[in-house]
């Protein structure tokens, strides 16, 4: 799902400030969470500053929203992944056995099988398009209010004349097709909404 306009994205490649500012607001507590699921805490808001530094720093142009996502995942997630490998090797050489070592074995073999290439965000996006053409009326309604349009359950109850239970049945049921339909994508998913 788009959240920049295409004249952000073309305001970016002109190196604007603003662009820069919208860009990172956007992604940058999007792109922490997905880091934190790697890395500690504050080594994961370290690396997705220097995605962004890196963003500013090198002359690149993107064609849409989705060249710019993949961009920055790919970035955070190769720099969690230099970090992880230099942790690694720290403690192959140290004398003590660290107990989170098998986990950082687990966290370098998820990052490298996970795809944040262009493509994959235009195939998520096309999934999300596809699924929410297929919704019931009321239930795509109610879920385009809820999730896109940050409404919540008793503001859409008044809007749309129905109760409040039955904007929850209607979140409930759209979320569950949602997370069958992308159900390969789930991982990366959390990070984007």
């Known amino acids: 799902m788009k959240v920049l306009s295409t004249e952000i994205v073309s305001l970016l490649n002109k190196k604007n400030e603003a662009a820069f500012e919208v860009v990172f607001n956007v992604y940058y507590p999007r792109l922490v969470a997905f880091a934190k699921q790697y890395v500690p805490e504050n080594d994961a808001f370290n690396h997705v500053q220097d995605a962004f530094v890196t963003l500013l720093d090198k002359s690149l142009s993107f064609i849409n929203e989705n060249q710019l996502q993949s961009y920055l995942y790919t970035s955070v997630k190769n720099n969690c992944l230099m970090f992880l490998r230099h942790e690694q090797v720290k403690k192959k050489y140290s004398d003590q056995k660290i107990a989170g070592t098998s986990q950082k074995a687990l966290n370098i073999e998820a990052l490298d099988r996970l795809d944040t ?36 359950n008793v503001e859409i109850a008044g809007l749309l004349d129905i109760s409040e239970k039955s904007v929850e049945a209607h979140i409930t049921k759209a979320l569950k097709v949602f997370r069958i339909a992308l159900k390969d994508y789930l991982t990366l998913l959390v990070y984007l909404f």
């Open 117 to 152: 290439s262009s493509l994959t965000f235009t195939e998520i996006e096309q999934i999300i398009n596809d699924t929410m053409s297929g919704l019931p009326p009321k239930c795509r309604e109610v879920f385009v209010l809820s999730r896109f349009e940050g409404k919540r």
